[in-house]
């Protein structure tokens, strides 16, 4: 029995780190939280083959691309298809975090991510549920 009452209180102690109520949120949290939105109501591509279709189909609202991609080829491509149908596009630091976020990873009894796969471009075609994390991402687009 005390296993189990030591469970939620290391689950409460993760919680708020992740989230962190009272401060503001930055724009790598704000991207997370709709991409976790994103996911969750089926309004995420994932790849440069979803990603490129979605974008040519107009569904797309915003792009995501790492920067530390390898292919110099695959940048090109996103970037002119943005521009060409004027989707938004942000860059996140590397292939593993974007791949974590876009929930291409298993997740642990911990709560950390386990067999992370990376991935490149994501591309967000419904937001889901309006949130800070979204109110936030809108405000740095239009500031842009």
Do not use: F
Request: aromatic share 2%; charged share 25%; with cysteine.
């Amino acid at each position: 029995m005390s296993d189990g009452g030591e469970s939620p209180k290391s689950v409460q102690e993760e919680v708020p780190a992740a989230a962190a109520p009272g401060e503001p949120m930055d724009l790598n949290t704000a991207i997370q939280v709709v991409m976790k939105k994103a996911l969750a109501h089926d309004g995420l591509a994932r790849g440069l083959h979803e990603s490129a279709r979605s974008i040519e189909r107009g569904q797309a609202q915003l792009a995501i691309l790492a920067d530390d991609c390898n292919q110099p080829d695959y940048k090109k491509l996103i970037e002119a298809l943005c521009a060409e149908q004027s989707v938004n596009l942000i860059s996140v630091p590397s292939q593993e975090t974007l791949g974590q976020w876009a929930g291409l990873c298993k997740i642990d009894s911990e709560g950390e991510a386990r067999k992370v796969v990376k991935c490149s471009c994501s591309v967000i075609t419904d937001y889901g549920e309006d949130t800070e994390g979204l109110s936030i991402l809108q405000e740095y687009l239009k500031s842009r």
